[in-house]
């Protein structure tokens, strides 16, 4: 009898690249290996995500919840702003650093993003106490490096837990903005809470989110997770997730300051706190949509278009006027925070597929120098311009507005022979 033809392959849309790359080879990977967990497959993966989502989260707030606890620390402590400062930054070094050996490490282990999650939620449970408790500016510094430390274990296996699913970059989009609700939370709830709690209580008061974290980690992730098949590396691809991230932190570390500008101040309670949740609605409302939107299309493009939003919502917040009311002010913040949530998932992903095998922890390294680089820069140029004035506000967001630009530029396609790249 004849041969009957071979069926035609099936239909690919132009993004699924990312699909075969992480939703279609990864998964498959996963599905073949024998030590994926027995039970409900929607009900393992929801856990991973809310997992690495509450690992940001706990860990962008450690990061942001300690500026505005800094005078709390120097009047306590007796020291001076030259020393306090290495609260955050001691900080922020130490999570940077780890992130590097963690990654090597855990992408040699198929049983490393376990460990690596449990290991980085206990010391930093530990690291956060000896930081409540240190007696001196010296001990509290070197506990607040040893707990970024340990916030590198942490956070290194975000984006690899966020690939083992159906919707990958909607799972990177909604882990990557609880990352910027975690920063966004530490800069606006922190500082009324510095006089009923003092620092000391903050730093506690971040010990039941680790223990949660922990507790589902031990639930959720399985014991044995592979990595991704190699892809084509290039650290080009990282220039968007680092340049979005840097932009976030700009925004985030001026963002209280929109709610003394132009009659916000004068407006009904209300209206203040629309002002106050603008930016983080839009970037949880518009991760969800973005992230949908790259999984179902190219995320290249979809980042891209979320980038421009992006780019128009910080322009318009550039003249910085006195005569603006509260809902002018909320919807400029609305448009960048769109912006933001739009391309959060579909720059990760395009990274991700630009990564060789094991490097995925090098998204989350990424974000997290953008996170600590834009406070930097809005300080640095708000400081040259001059503090408490409007053309200073106005004159700090540049640095906001150049990032978004940025990410532009590194998320365009360069055509070259072998096609988009």
């Not at 929109?258 to 004068?266: A, D, K, S």
């Not at 930097?376 to 004035?389: D, H, R």
Request: proline content about 9%.
């Amino acid at each position: 009898m004849p041969r009957r033809p071979a069926p035609p392959p099936p239909h690919r849309e132009r993004g699924d690249d990312v699909a075969g790359t992480v939703t279609g080879t990864v998964t498959g990977t996963v599905r073949a290996a024998s030590t994926v967990p027995v039970g409900d497959p929607v009900k393992a993966r929801s856990g991973r995500v809310v997992t690495a989502a509450l690992a940001v989260f706990v860990t962008g707030l450690a990061l942001f919840v300690a500026d505005p606890m800094l005078p709390d620390v120097e009047r306590g402590l007796g020291t001076g702003p030259g020393a306090s400062r290495w609260v955050v930054l001691g900080y922020a070094l130490g999570w940077i650093a780890a992130l590097y050996p963690a990654g090597r490490w855990m992408s040699r282990r198929p049983d490393g993003p376990r460990r690596m999650v449990l290991a980085g939620a206990v010391g930093f449970a530990v690291a956060t106490g000896l930081a409540a408790v240190a007696p001196g500016i010296a001990a509290l510094i070197a506990a607040r490096v040893v707990q970024g430390a340990f916030a590198g274990l942490l956070t290194a296996p975000v984006p690899l837990l966020a690939l083992y699913g159906r919707r990958p970059a909607t799972a990177l989009a909604v882990t990557g903005v609880c990352g910027s609700l975690g920063c966004l939370t530490g800069t606006l709830a922190s500082g009324g809470l510095v006089a009923p709690l003092g620092w000391r209580g903050i730093l506690l008061a971040l010990l039941p989110l680790v223990a949660v974290t922990a507790l589902l980690g031990v639930r959720a992730l399985p014991r044995f997770l592979p990595s991704p098949l190699p892809g084509r590396p290039s650290l080009r691809p990282l220039l968007a997730p680092l340049a979005l991230a840097t932009c976030e932190g700009t925004l985030i570390t001026l963002y209280p300051f929109f709610l003394f500008q132009g009659e916000v101040q004068q407006a009904p309670l209300p209206l203040v706190g629309l002002v106050a949740v603008a930016l983080p609605i839009g970037l949880l409302a518009a991760a969800v949509a973005g992230g949908r939107l790259s999984d179902r299309l190219n995320p290249r493009w979809a980042a891209l278009g979320g980038v421009v939003v992006a780019a128009a919502g910080v322009s318009l917040t550039l003249p910085v006027s006195g005569g603006w009311s509260a809902p002018e002010v909320a919807v400029r913040l609305l448009v960048a925070g769109a912006g933001l949530g739009l391309a959060c998932g579909g720059a990760q992903a395009v990274a991700l597929r630009g990564l060789a095998a094991g490097a995925a922890w090098r998204v989350q390294a990424a974000r997290v120098a953008g996170f600590t680089l834009g406070p930097i820069l809005a300080a640095s140029v708000w400081e040259a311009s001059g503090y408490f004035s409007r053309n200073g506000l106005g004159t700090a967001l540049l640095p906001c507005a150049a990032t978004a630009l940025l990410a532009l530029a590194a998320l365009v396609p360069i055509p070259t022979s072998r096609g988009e790249q």
